[in-house]
């Protein structure tokens, strides 16, 4: 469309553009604002959802770590109530009684009739000799004078068999 100015030249003029709808409030600002509006809501939305997904993650992570604690706390005192029976048996089996039954009946030995003391010499041709004398319970000292002792056995040994 072609106009004519007040000097009579033509002049091109411009077609309006169609404007939207004007809002209630009269201005087009106002279509920004709200769509601006609308916008930062939904980033708003979006946060508290990410929020509260990782608020229930983490109470989930919670809950499992405290059920994993409590588990291993029984097994802790379950390994400690095993441990204290087996040093109750420890004991048990180190007892001087125990042993001495054990010796006895499993064994086949008996209770000492005394102390028997060993005395090793070299004599001159390199030869071991080995001298002997026993103390009875009774606190008698046998002084064999022929190398023999009331404990010596047929073969010369001092151990009974």
């Known amino acids: 469309m072609t106009v004519r100015n007040s000097k009579g030249k033509r002049a091109v003029r411009k077609k309006k553009k169609n404007k939207a709808p004007v809002s209630s409030t009269g201005s087009r600002r106002g279509q920004g604002s709200a769509r601006f509006s ?18 229930v993650f983490m109470c989930q992570v919670t809950a499992k770590r405290c059920l994993e604690e409590s588990r291993i706390k029984d097994m ?12 109750q048996e420890l004991v048990g089996l180190k ?3 125990r042993i001495a039954d054990i010796s006895g009946v499993e064994l086949g030995m008996a209770d000492p ?3 028997i ?7 001159e041709n390199g030869n ?3 001298e002997s004398s ?5 606190g008698t000292i046998y002084q064999p004078e022929t190398g023999s002792s009331p404990l010596e056995e047929e073969d010369g040994s001092l151990t009974r068999r």
């Open 38 to 55: 609308f916008r930062l809501l939904l980033v708003i939305a979006l946060l508290a959802t990410v929020t509260c997904f990782f608020r």
């Open 128 to 130: 071991l000799s080995s």
């Open 76 to 87: 802790i005192s379950v390994e400690k109530a095993e441990q204290k029976h087996l040093r």
């Open 113 to 115: 009739v005394g102390v």
């Open 117 to 123: 003391y060993l005395r090793y010499s070299i004599d």
């Open 95 to 97: 007892s001087p009684e």
């Open 134 to 138: 026993a103390i009875s319970r009774a």
